[in-house]
Structures are given as C-alpha cells and as structure tokens.
C-alpha cells in the first residue's frame, strides 16, 4: 500500500507528535509498504531526503514569506486553511506518488482539502490536539478549560494568544476549514476520549476511532542505551524526572513548587524546550536539559526514580507519559485531558488534580518515601504500554 503522511513538523526536529510520524512512518515502512512523508520546510533541511526507506519532502508555502507570523520559526507550523503553494506543491507529490491513503496529522491535512476528491485516495486524520474546534488547539480559555467554541470568544481568545490580527486570521481559518474537513475526512483517529469529545465527533455523527500515541516495541526492551555526556549530564542519584515543554500549562511552575515542598528531595531533572514564558529560576536541587536527542532522553527515563506529567491544560496523549511507562517508570500525573486513560491511579502511578500542588507534592511524596511502590507502580505501567 502506498501511504502519504502530512505533517507540519517532522524530525529534526524535536516534539512528541515529530516523534510518533516519524515511528509511524518507520512501521508502516518495515511491515512492507511504501511510505512518504511531506511536512512543512525549515532552514538548513533538505527539499527532498530519505530517512532510511521513507521519502520526506519538506514543502515551502505562502505563509513562509511571512516570517511575521512565527513566534519561532524553527517551528513553522501550516495554517488551518489551504496555503496555495502547499496546495500546489502537495498536488505534484500527489501525482507522482499515486498514494492509496493519506494520513494527515494536523492542520497542513487542510492544504490537502481541495485534491481530496481529483486524489482518489481515503483521508485519514489522527487529531493529536484539538485544533479541529479550537485556533489554539489547546482547548484553554482565560487559563481554564474551555467550554466550547464560539465566533466572538474564539476571536478574542485567539487574539489574546497571537496578536489580534494573526489570531483573527487563525480563527477565521478554523472555523472556515473545520467543517470542510469533517465532511472530508473519511476516518478520524483521536488520540484519546478527551480528544473525542471535545472534537464533537459522535455528536456529529463523524466516523472516529480513537487509537492513541504508541512507541516502538523494542523502546520498552533492555536497551543499554548511550551514556549522557557532558554536554547533557544528570545527576549520579535516582531522581525524579520531568520530560516537555517547559511552560505553563505543562504544569512546570506547579511542578516546582510541589518539589520545594518535598521532604528530603532527590535532585529534580527537567528535559525540554525552551519556550518564551518558561521559567527562569529553579528550585536547589534541579538540573534543566535542553536539546537532548532522544536516545539520552531514553537513558534519562531508565536512571530516573520515577516522572512527572503535572500538565493543567487538556493534554490530549503525552508521548513522553508513555515513554516514561514503557521503561517501568511510575508516574505522577494530572488528571486531565488524556492522561487518565493512561494512567491508572494506583496501579501504573497516581493522579491528581491539574494546577493542585498541594496534591502533587503529597503523591510525589509517597514515591520517594517508598522507592518499592515506585518499582511496583512503574512495572505496571510497562505491562500496559
């Protein structure tokens, strides 16, 4: 079967859906059919390459004459309508490639919308966020969860987000392009039951199965993997272990604070992404990573005593969460958005109210006071993953 994937970003760079296309693409691959990857292009990266047997191209649209747009444009994302010159380009990919199935990932599917039918081919969509309702894709109003969309909240919300004339355009376009996209989209793919839900999927009557993130069968096997060098060290002692993005509503400044109130603390590693309003002082103890390729992130799971996934917006299916529990890691998590349908509380770690540090303090607390239930924890959750 010839299989195309759409998405805005792909490795080198580093994010966790990068991650699963990329491990997607590489299974398809290894089980016998032919994979391309088509993605948006950054500086420095290859038009066209392979990446072991599967094709990438790295496209070029409209939007990136329009450096303006990006916060950071190491992370150019498509927009949630058709680009012209995405459209364009995909349409000669199309062509040649003749592809039985198109699997999209996020909003560069919607360049795709206008060659669905000339395509010929099935439109599958994993929703990894909520961008199909909302122009944030984090479901996040005035700092809470949002109730649901609506034209003139959206506006002001977006615009409080990106600027009023960039939020006014991303909205626009998501509210334009979504039910397109609905009636498009012959199988949708949520990456848990929040996602689900808040995408109104059965409410609409759209055809969806939900089928979370995976990681590969051999990262939950006794891999030795590389040492962490210098460059990315961690401490020598068991430690507890935060993987993401180091902002907000991932939970960091919960996470630091839960950590300052702990009794005899282990040291605490952050292994992320730097955004612009993550954290800029840190609690004694901790040791911030930054840029480390994955294998170390790996090893830093296998060292750690157990992880952190203390989000307190909607986060719809955690790859790190996963990762963490395939290398028999219990984890410590909010129970929110899609982390409780992988966390058990109780039996692969614990759950606890999102933004509620009192909570998260109390749970990490009982980890490091019986290293045993962490062991015991964590090799339940790597029989569930």
């Not at 409209?62 to 927009?79: E, S, V």
């Not at 949520?190 to 979370?212: H, N, Q």
């Not at 939950?220 to 507890?240: T, W």
Request: glycine share 10%; aromatic share 6%.
């Amino acid at each position: 079967m010839r299989v195309l994937l759409l998405s805005d970003l792909y490795p080198p760079v580093i994010g966790g859906i990068e991650l699963h296309v990329r491990n997607l693409a590489h299974g398809l691959s290894a089980r016998g059919h032919q994979v391309t990857v088509v993605t948006m292009h950054h500086e420095g990266q290859a038009i066209v390459e392979r990446d072991g047997q599967v094709l990438v191209h790295r496209l070029r649209g409209t939007i990136h004459r329009l450096d303006r747009a990006y916060g950071d444009t190491q992370r150019r994302f498509a927009p949630p309508f058709p680009d012209p010159e995405l459209t364009a380009a995909i349409r000669r990919i199309v062509r040649s490639e003749r592809p039985d199935i198109i699997h999209g990932h996020n909003w560069l599917s919607r360049s795709f919308l206008p060659l669905k039918r000339e395509s010929g081919a099935r439109l599958v969509l994993t929703l990894h966020d909520y961008g199909l309702v909302c122009a944030k894709r984090s479901l996040v109003y005035r700092g809470a969860l949002c109730s649901g969309p609506g034209l003139a909240k959206c506006l002001g919300c977006a615009g409080r987000h990106y600027g009023t004339a960039k939020g006014m355009v991303i909205t626009l376009g998501t509210f334009g392009s979504g039910p397109i996209e609905r009636r498009a989209v012959d199988l949708f793919l949520p990456v848990s039951s929040a996602v689900a839900t808040a995408s109104r999927l059965e409410i609409d009557g759209a055809p969806f199965e939900i089928i979370p993130n995976f990681v590969p069968d051999d990262i939950a096997s006794d891999v030795v993997y590389p040492v962490v060098d210098r460059e990315h060290p961690v401490p020598d002692d068991p430690y507890i272990l935060y993987v993401g993005a180091l902002t907000p509503h991932k939970g960091v400044p919960d996470l630091l604070a839960a950590y300052e109130r702990l009794d005899r603390a282990p040291p605490l590693v952050l292994i992320g992404t730097r955004w612009p309003d993550s954290p800029t002082s840190f609690p004694a103890g901790t040791t911030v990573l930054t840029d480390v390729p994955h294998a170390k992130v790996m090893q830093a799971w296998r060292r750690s005593l157990f992880g952190v996934v203390p989000s307190v917006f909607p986060d719809p299916c955690p790859t790190v969460a996963m990762e963490g529990m395939a290398s028999g890691r219990a984890l410590v998590a909010s129970r929110v958005g899609g982390l409780p349908d992988l966390v058990d509380d109780g039996v692969t770690g614990f759950l606890t109210p999102a933004g509620d540090r009192r909570a998260l303090a109390a749970a990490m607390q009982l980890l490091v006071d019986d290293p045993k239930m962490a062991d015991r924890l964590g090799e339940g959750g790597r029989r569930k993953v």
